[in-house]
C-alpha cells in the first residue's frame, strides 16, 4: 500500500478535483484504491456519491473515536473505489485531537489495517492545519496541486517548508510525488512564465500531464460522479486519464 497526500494551503487549486478523478482513473486501471476526504467541507465525499449528511461514520470518527478502517470506509458510488467520507464533524477534530497522545499519527495508525489497497489517496484541506499534519505523516509522498499564477510559487515554497519539516521530525521517508499543474491555460502569458520556473527549480517533478478548464470537469461533482464516468470524452476526463498513466509509469 502506497499513500498519496493531495496538498497545498491555497484554496480552489483543483486538490478534490485531483484526489477524486485521479481515484477513480486509478481503479479503471485495476488499481484497488482508497481515497480519505479530510476536508471538513467534504466535497471529495459528494463528488464520489456519498452523501455527507447521511453516512454512519466518517474521517472524523477514524481519527478521534479510533472506529476501524473498514467500517468507516465505504463503496464510492458506482465509481470503482472506496472513500472515507468527511462532514463537519471533522470540524471539531481540530480541537479534539489537541488532548490525544501522538495525534498527528492518528491517521497514520488508523491506515496500517489498509493493506488492500494498492494506493490510499488523501484529499487534504487548503490550510495547514493538523488535518493536514496527519495526512503528510501517514502519506509516503506527496502530490501538490496549483494553478500557474503570481501567488503560486510562494505558495509552493510555503508547503514545501511543512513537507521538509515533517520529515525531518516525524516521517523522513516523506517523498514528493510531484507537481500537476491545474486549471492550466496556455494563452496565458503568466502561465508560460510559471511553468518555466516550477521546470527549472523542480525539472522531474513536475508532471508533464496538464489539467485544463473544462466545464465538464466542473459540472462533474454535483453529478457525484467523476469526470471519468459523467463524460470520459471531455477533455478533463483524457486529461485525468493521462494524469493517472504518468503517474503509474513513475512507481
Known sequence: MKAIAVANQKGG???????????????????????????????????SGVDKHE?????????????????????????GYAIVPANRDLTAAEVELLDVSDREKRLKDALATGFRYDFVIIDCPPSLSMLTVNALVAAN???????????????????????????????????????????YDPRNSLTGEVSAQLHKHFENLVYRTVIPRNIRLAEAPSHGQ????????????????????EFIKRQ
Open 13 to 47: 487549486v483543483g486538490k478534490t478535483t485531483t484526489s477524486v478523478n485521479l481515484a477513480a482513473c486509478l481503479a479503471a486501471m485495476g488499481r484497488s484504491i482508497l481515497l480519505v476526504d479530510l476536508d471538513p467541507q467534504g466535497n471529495a465525499t459528494m463528488s
Open 55 to 79: 453516512v454512519e461514520y466518517s474521517s472524523y470518527d477514524l481519527l478521534v473515536e479510533g472506529t476501524p478502517l473498514n467500517q468507516v470506509a465505504v463503496e464510492a458510488g458506482g465509481n
Open 141 to 183: 509522498s506527496v502530490l501538490i496541486t496549483m494553478q500557474c499564477e503570481y501567488f503560486a510559487l510562494e505558495g509552493l515554497s510555503a508547503l514545501l517548508n511543512t513537507i521538509r519539516r515533517v520529515a525531518d521530525t516525524v516521517n523522513p521517508d516523506l517523498k514528493i510525488e510531484g507537481i500537476l499543474r491545474t486549471m
Open 226 to 245: 467523476p469526470a471519468l464516468f459523467y463524460d470520459r470524452y471531455s477533455t478533463g476526463a483524457r486529461a485525468y486519464s493521462a494524469l493517472a498513466g
